[in-house]
């Protein structure tokens, strides 16, 4: 059974920084593309970013670029998402989610049940 | 880059209708259109993928259809289940846009 679980949400002022992670099982980590995607309270989804299997590929939403690197560790199954420069209308439950392959280009086939982000002083 | 947009934003049908949610891509996508629904309060669940291809698990009632730049999911016989909030995806190249959503209720 495919499971993501994600950690690292939290309150954090604006201008700060968190990591995301998550652990995924149930599949072979390091054939599938990854993503984040987040909704803020009461709003649609939001593509933030994905890698692709080997890591060799990523790609960012312009709300995001600059200011959040995504990565993973296979070694691991791990995915992690480095939030910098953190502000207000990042606030959002932010799902790690896994594609049907190991290119980005790829439609997502699973998703954790997601972390709570709060930007706010 | 490629804006998608949903029609009609909500909608509200009688159980056992038929009803029909449409997605346009600002430019031609081809196939690489997904379709997701959003149960109140639950996680987002793959029902289409390529336009067309149902997801494995997901009841026959829903089907998916066309490409390039205008797209239709349709929901044959709706179910009180179907209560949701539906989304199309983009998936051809980055950035891979979610469509703003319709909300799908029982009248």
């Known amino acids: 059974e495919v499971q993501l679980l994600e950690s690292g949400g939290g309150l954090v002022q604006p201008g700060g920084s968190l990591r995301l992670s998550c652990a995924a099982s149930g599949f072979s980590f390091n054939t599938y593309a990854m993503s984040w995607v987040r909704q803020a309270p009461g709003k649609g989804l939001e593509w933030v970013s994905v890698?692709?299997?080997?890591?060799?590929?990523?790609y960012y939403a312009d709300s995001v670029k600059g200011r959040f690197t995504i990565s993973r560790d296979n070694s691991n199954n791990t995915l992690y998402l480095q939030m910098n420069s953190l502000r207000a209308d990042d606030t959002a439950v932010y799902y790690c989610?896994?594609?049907?392959?190991?290119?980005?280009?790829?439609?997502?086939?699973?998703w954790g049940q997601g972390t709570l982000v709060t930007v706010s002083s | 880059d490629i804006q998608m947009t949903q029609s009609p934003s909500s909608l509200s049908a009688s159980v056992g209708d038929r009803v029909t949610i449409t997605c346009r891509a600002s430019?031609?996508?081809?196939?690489?259109l997904a379709w997701y629904q959003q149960n109140p309060g639950k996680v987002p669940k793959l029902l289409i993928y390529?336009?067309?291809t149902l997801q494995s698990g997901v009841p026959s009632r829903f089907s998916g259809s066309g490409s390039g730049t205008d797209f239709t999911l349709t929901i044959s016989s709706l179910q009180p289940e179907d209560v949701a909030t539906y989304y199309c995806?983009?998936?051809?190249?980055?950035?891979?846009?979610f469509g703003p959503g319709t909300k799908v209720d029982i009248k």
């Open positions: 989610a896994k594609g049907r392959s190991g290119i980005a280009a790829a439609a997502i086939n699973y």
């Open positions: 995806q983009k998936y051809n190249s980055a950035p891979f846009t």
């Open positions: 890698i692709s299997d080997n890591g060799g590929s990523t």
């Open positions: 390529a336009a067309s």
């Open positions: 430019q031609g996508i081809s196939k690489y």
